[in-house]
C-alpha cells in the first residue's frame, strides 16, 4: 500500500520557479531516502535530486547544481524540489520515487504518477 503522490507542476515562464511535493503514505517515511527524476517523452528517465533518510544530505545532477533544492518534512511525510531559474531544457514529467534504504541506491523500488512541468515563453 505505498504511494507517492506528486503535486505543483505548471506552467512556468524561463527563469521562475516552481515548487512540487510529493505526499508519501503506507510506510515508514523516516526511514527511506527520497529521490526526485524527469523524463521528456521518447527518451530515458534520468535522476535530478536525492535526498537521505534523515534530510542530512543530498545529491544533485549536474544539469540541476545550484538551480533545484530536495527537501524533505519527515513529520508531514513529504518530499519537496524547489525549482528556481527554470530553463526550457527542464520541461519534463517529474516523478518522485522511494529509495530502497536509508541511502537512495537505485533503482527506487515505488514510484509516484508523475506531474508535468513545462517552461515556456
Known amino acids: 500500500q505505498v504511494q507517492l503522490v506528486e503535486s505543483g507542476g505548471g506552467l512556468v515562464q524561463p527563469g521562475g520557479s516552481l515548487r512540487l511535493s510529493c505526499a508519501a503514505s503506507g510506510f515508514t517515511f523516516r526511514s527511506h531516502a527520497m529521490a526526485w527524476h524527469r523524463q521528456t517523452p521518447g527518451k530515458e528517465r534520468e535522476l535530478v535530486a536525492a535526498i537521505l533518510a534523515d534530510g542530512s544530505s543530498t545529491n544533485y545532477a549536474d544539469f540541476v547544481k545550484g538551480r533545484f533544492t530536495v527537501s524533505r518534512d519527515n513529520a508531514k511525510n513529504t518530499v519537496y524540489l524547489q525549482m528556481n531559474s527554470l530553463k526550457a531544457e527542464d520541461t519534463a514529467v517529474y516523478y518522485c520515487?522511494?529509495?530502497?534504504?536509508?541511502?537512495?541506491?537505485?533503482?527506487?523500488?515505488?514510484w509516484g504518477q508523475g506531474t508535468q512541468v513545462t517552461v515556456s515563453s
Open positions: 520515487s522511494r529509495g530502497r534504504t536509508w541511502y537512495f541506491r537505485p533503482p527506487p523500488d515505488y
